[in-house]
């Protein structure tokens, strides 16, 4: 397939036993679907690309039964898109770089709004969180910053690109990250402000932590 779906199948169904590879071999482009799909893996699925997310509009479905996988070389994420306007709604869902071991489900609204669920192992930076990619500096808690329009909440892994500066700062807060890729700077705050991390958090410095 080439970086975007553009023809009109509504459900994409791989067969146990069976391989579906999604993207193009090695481009950092990732895959869009144009339309709404559902898709149903018995068997294996795995993104080829070595970059970018595979993107999906409101109404679709990503099923993995048990007995099923999906795999990939990078940590990879699904952010959902709207489809008059083409911008992200909403958070990007992590699948990290292999589901396997169970069911996973992740359900699409009309509206854009997802939710995941199952018993598979996510693994590879797939904690079973959602991803907030930065799109300009900021604090952490200013949803302008964020790709979606919302800031993080919840259990919640960052993406922060290189060239953009995300602060934690302003009094004390309790933050429920699992994982922050820092390909820009991460600063934590100064003076007499206080963070606490709900879990043991892994923090992949790429560029500047200070």
Not at 131 to 145: I, Q, Y
């Amino acid at each position: 397939f080439t970086a975007v779906f553009n023809f009109d199948i509504t459900s994409i169904s791989v067969a146990t036993g069976a391989t579906f590879q999604l993207g193009i071999l090695g481009a950092s482009t990732g895959f869009k679907f144009s339309s709404a799909v559902t898709l149903s893996i018995s068997g294996h699925m795995s993104f080829v690309g070595s970059g970018g997310d595979i993107r999906l509009p409101p109404g679709s479905d990503f099923n993995i039964t048990a007995g099923g996988a999906f795999s990939s070389a990078i940590s990879v994420s699904i952010e959902i898109f709207d489809l008059l306007t083409g911008l992200a709604i909403g958070p990007l869902q992590t699948l990290g770089t292999l589901i396997s071991g169970g069911t996973f489900t992740l359900s699409v609204s009309a509206s854009g709004s997802a939710t995941t669920a199952g018993t598979a192992t996510i693994s590879g930076g797939g904690s079973g969180s959602v991803t907030f990619r930065a799109t300009k500096s900021g604090e952490l808690t200013d949803a302008t910053v964020w790709s979606g329009g919302l800031a993080p909440s919840g259990n919640f892994s960052l993406s922060i690109p290189a060239g953009i500066t995300i602060t934690i700062s302003g009094g004390t807060l309790s933050l429920q990250m699992l994982r922050c890729d820092v390909y820009g700077t991460l600063a934590l705050g100064s003076g007499s402000a206080t963070f606490t991390f709900a879990f043991p958090p892994t923090i992949i410095r790429l560029w500047i932590w200070r």
